[in-house]
Each structure stands twice: as structure tokens, then as C-alpha cells.
């Protein structure tokens, strides 16, 4: 079974550029999230999905990040203009949905903002 | 506000010997929790799970205890390997979700190292 894919593995821009990130998840999978995880902390949830709708938005930063699902399946992050405090690992992950709790993470994108 | 609290960041721990981590959580609420294991420049696994109907749950090599009145719960590896040496991450979640999948709120993590 293949896992969640992300890309690009790494990122380095400069503050105040754009930059989009992009999660394929496991195939079948309802839910996708992503998450921000920065040096020393524990990944902190930005955004749920189910199928192609938002489920809790409420911990993104609306004024620079914006994500969609494309038709249930793909998601994009998108950072603009980007901060020197957005430098972290962005987090894609899946489940089943519904009452499932285990939930599979991609590999992850680094951004670094300079 | 941290939920979810791991109050060590690192452990270090001689090879076949024990390996304890301790979680701490604030939000009575919480009624699932779980364990996930990260290795460098890789996405966080899921390791082992309890219900808070449970106090126990041994998979292999992997216990994990939850102390509900305490709000506490710790993963013993039995015995640790070299190969455990990675990152180890808390999650706790709550049933307020009305259907939808559920929401993981992590701890900071703790840098278990299993020496030789």
C-alpha cells in the first residue's frame, strides 16, 4: 500500500514570498489534515478535511495560509506572503474517517524562510 | 496552552534495559490516546494506542499504562534496541468530533536514544 506522498521534501524562500506544498494521500482515505511542526514541538494541527470539505480550519492563519482539496483526493498549503516564523515542517496526513484515530503521515516538506 | 505535555526531551537508555516515557494531559475530555515514533527526516508512525476504558495495552515489546485519575500515561519498551532510538510523540484525542475523524493533539516529544 503506498503511503502519503508530499512534495517538495525542501523548501528555502525568502520572507515575503509565496510557497505551495502538495499531499497525495493513501488512496481511500477520507480524511487529510495538515499539520506544523516546528523545531522542538510536536505537530500542531492546521487543517482537517473530510472528502472535500473543511472540517475545523480554526488554528490556520487565514490572513497568509489557505489549503484546498482537490475533488477528495489531492490538498495544497499555500504560504503568502511567508514569515520567518512559518520556517517548520509541514505535515501531511490521512485516516479512514470517521471514528478511525490512527492517522498516516507523509514524510513532510522543510521550509525554511530567510 | 499545552494539552498534551512530555516534561522530558531526551532519554537515554542502555541497550536490552527498560525505556520509560511519560506523558501528561490536562484535558479531561481526552478518552484516546497514542503513541507515534519519528525518525529523521520521516514522517511521524503510529506505535501503540489505549482507549480510557483500558489501563493497559502491550503490543510485542511496547506497553503502554494510562493513569486516568492522574492524567498520566507512560510507553515501556521492553527491552530497547538501538533501533528505537528516534522521537516519541504523545497524541491525545476527544470524542467531540460529531462524526467526523478525529483530531490528535501532540506533545513536544521526547529523543529516546538506546545505546550499544
Known amino acids: 500500500e503506498a503511503g502519503v506522498a508530499q512534495s517538495p521534501r525542501y523548501k528555502i524562500i525568502e520572507k515575503r514570498q509565496s510557497v505551495a506544498f502538495w ?19 510536536g505537530p ?10 473543511v472540517v475545523d480550519d480554526s488554528q490556520l492563519p ?19 506572503p511567508a514569515k520567518l516564523e512559518d520556517s517548520a515542517v509541514y505535515l501531511c496526513a490521512s485516516s479512514l474517517g470517521g471514528v478511525s484515530e490512527k492517522l498516516f ?4 516538506t522543510q521550509l525554511s524562510v530567510l | 496552552d499545552q494539552q498534551v505535555k512530555q516534561n522530558s526531551p531526551s532519554l537515554s537508555v542502555q ?7 511519560n506523558c501528561d494531559y490536562t484535558n479531561s475530555m481526552f478518552d484516546y490516546f497514542l503513541w507515534y515514533k519519528k525518525y529523521p527526516a520521516e514522517g511521524p508512525t503510529f506505535l501503540i494506542s489505549i482507549s480510557s476504558i483500558k489501563d493497559k495495552n502491550e503490543d510485542g515489546r511496547f506497553t503502554v499504562f494510562l493513569n486516568k485519575s492522574a492524567k498520566h500515561l507512560s510507553l515501556h519498551i521492553v527491552p530497547s534496541q ?15 468530533s460529531e ?6 493533539t501532540f ?5 529516546l536514544t538506546v545505546l550499544p
Do not use: M
Not at chain 1, 499531499?23 to 514541538?41: E, K, M, V
Not at chain 1, 500542531?44 to 470539505?53: A, H, R, S
Open chain 2, 99 to 104: 462524526g467526523s475523524a478525529r483530531q490528535l
Open chain 1, 23 to 41: 499531499c497525495n494521500p493513501i488512496s481511500g482515505h477520507a480524511t487529510l489534515y495538515w499539520y506544523q511542526q516546528i523545531l522542538g514541538q
Open chain 2, 82 to 96: 538501538p533501533g528505537d532510538s528516534a522521537v516519541y510523540f504523545c497524541a491525545a484525542s476527544d470524542d467531540l
Open chain 1, 44 to 53: 500542531k494541527l492546521l487543517i482537517q478535511f473530510q472528502n472535500n470539505g
Open chain 1, 105 to 108: 503521515f507523509g514524510s513532510g
Open chain 2, 15 to 21: 541497550e536490552g534495559r527498560i525505556s520509560i516515557l
Open chain 2, 107 to 111: 506533545g513536544s516529544g521526547t529523543q
Open chain 1, 62 to 80: 487565514k490572513d497568509r495560509f489557505s489549503a484546498e482539496r482537490l475533488k477528495g483526493v489531492d490538498s495544497t498549503l499555500k504560504i503568502q
